[in-house]
């Protein structure tokens, strides 16, 4: 990577891209990929006039699609896993009992617990999303609740467990890239998690009231559940698929064996419980469910899935990486954090810009794969420069990574979700508050000093200072000395 180009420069491309992006987004509502795509397209023009040349652009690029490739041959899996559990009548199930079950002034609040449970469960706010969430969605149809409404709730829940659980790839990889224990690293993050989760909890339960004892809901539900039992063949069976896909997450298989073997169950359930051809199947796989009930309610939650349907998001991703490999070529992120190093004079500038940087870090590239791996390590001997332990750093990550990346729309996390639940980033984020309220507290806590670990005793590696200024090996000479 080429880091040649003066501070002034790369603040410039940064400048350039972000009005891009938001003059595009904002002001002339242009397709957000496009948009993506120009940004890109000026940074290349601009870090090639500057000296930076195509080969490392093209390498980080093609190194940014490659991190990129797993996620989004999982959400093409979530896009067949869908659908065929749609033509199966596994999510139709789900939504029928959850429409006999669930009293609408609390669903919001369900939701948000049940999605909590299954995310610390598994591991994964994907795997939440695209199984339970989809069928929530449709329950909140039935009830007549705002669908932006629901997917906030779905998102706090998926992304809480997320954050919180030992099983999630992304608490594991935050805490690894920062040599932090995992389960210190998961006590650190209640700081800044429940305050927001308990917040968004209090929200659902409010919004939920409205929804209590409505006639018109109550029409609604009969006519979608005397539907769905005119369409499918009910049977309790169907329930099987979520149950054997989450089984396996929780038992740390892997993510995309595991959703194939769950589009595998989906496939043998739609032929022998609902009597459909191989034909049939295929065509839901590529799709979605296209058969229609002849009532508008009942076909908007059931015609959805596909690979196709997630074609958008995968273009979405590709120009991420167009507009993010360009900045890292021309080693932007590295001159930020060299300023920092020469501005931060003390703790709380250094963990205020830290947070800062790895927050735009990760709204530019859209993935915590990247931004992890890259500033985890970068950062973290900073801490103990200052005297404070590494698990503030990871976090932070987490809390500017893992909380945030719903609310960004070119994000990997934010197009999955975005497509899932067939609910835009920019209508459902205002409800999701915990993802938000994770980094006004992280900000208070760095400014009171409040919830902050401080060092004390050996650190991570040697050569690490603490805030004395004497390094590893000169502590422990000492500490043997005085012994």
Not at 31 to 43: D, E, F, N, Q, R
Not at 108 to 130: K, N, R
Not at 257 to 278: M, R, S, Y
Not at 456 to 479: L, R, V, Y
């Amino acid at each position: 990577m080429n880091s040649s180009l003066s501070f002034a420069k790369a603040l410039t491309l940064l400048v350039v891209s972000f009005i891009i992006i938001l003059g595009g987004i904002l002001w002339l509502s242009a397709p957000t990929v496009i948009v993506l795509i120009s940004a890109g397209t000026a940074v290349i023009i601009l870090s090639t006039l500057w000296g930076i040349t195509w080969e490392n652009i093209e390498k980080d690029l093609m190194e940014t699609l490659r991190a990129m490739l797993l996620p989004i041959l999982i959400l093409l899996a979530v896009g067949m896993l869908i659908g065929a559990w749609m033509l199966s009548g596994t999510i139709p199930l789900i939504v029928y009992y959850g429409l006999l079950s669930i009293n609408p002034a609390y669903f919001l609040l369900f939701a948000a617990l049940l999605c909590s449970v299954m995310s610390i469960m598994a591991g994964t706010s994907w795997g939440t999303i695209g199984t339970v969430g989809v069928a929530l969605m449709g329950v909140s149809m039935g009830l007549g609740i705002p669908l932006h409404y629901t997917a906030g709730a779905i998102v706090v829940g998926a992304i809480f467990g997320d954050k919180l659980s030992p099983l999630s790839d992304t608490t594991i990889m935050s805490s690894a890239m920062a040599n932090v224990k995992l389960v210190d690293h998961i006590k650190h993050l209640l700081w800044t998690t429940i305050p927001g989760y308990v917040i968004s909890l209090i929200l659902f339960l409010v919004l939920g009231m409205q929804f209590g004892g409505k006639i018109k809901n109550q029409e609604n539900i009969d006519l979608i559940v005397g539907t769905l039992q005119e369409q499918f063949n009910l049977n309790p069976m169907l329930i099987l698929p979520p149950f054997i896909v989450l089984l396996l997450i929780f038992l740390k298989k892997p993510t995309l064996p595991v959703f194939g073997i769950g589009i595998l169950a989906g496939c043998l359930l739609a032929i022998f419980f609902q009597g459909n051809t191989l034909l049939e199947v295929t065509t839901a796989l590529n799709s979605g469910f296209q058969e229609t009930t002849n009532v508008a309610l009942v076909d908007e939650i059931l015609q959805r899935g596909g690979l196709t349907s997630m074609l958008g998001t995968v273009a979405l991703l590709i120009g991420a990486a167009i507009f993010g490999a360009p900045l890292q070529s021309a080693g932007v992120i590295q001159l930020l954090l060299e300023k920092i190093v020469q501005l931060a004079k003390n703790a709380k500038t250094m963990m205020a810009s830290s947070l800062f940087l790895h927050g735009l870090f990760f709204t530019t590239t859209g993935s915590y794969y990247v931004t992890y791996a890259v500033l985890g390590p970068m950062i973290g001997p900073l801490y103990d420069k200052y005297g404070l332990q590494r698990k503030n750093w990871t976090r932070t990550m987490e809390d500017t990574g893992t909380a945030l990346a719903p609310m960004v729309p070119w994000g990997v996390t934010g197009a999955f979700i975005a497509d899932t639940l067939g609910v835009p980033v920019k209508d459902f984020i205002l409800f999701a508050p915990m993802c938000y309220l994770g980094i006004v507290f992280a900000l208070i806590y760095i400014f009171t000093g409040y919830g902050i670990a401080k060092s004390s005793g050996i650190q991570h590696s040697e050569g690490n200072q603490f805030a004395d200024g004497k390094t590893t090996a000169e502590a422990q000479m000492a500490a043997t000395s005085e012994k």
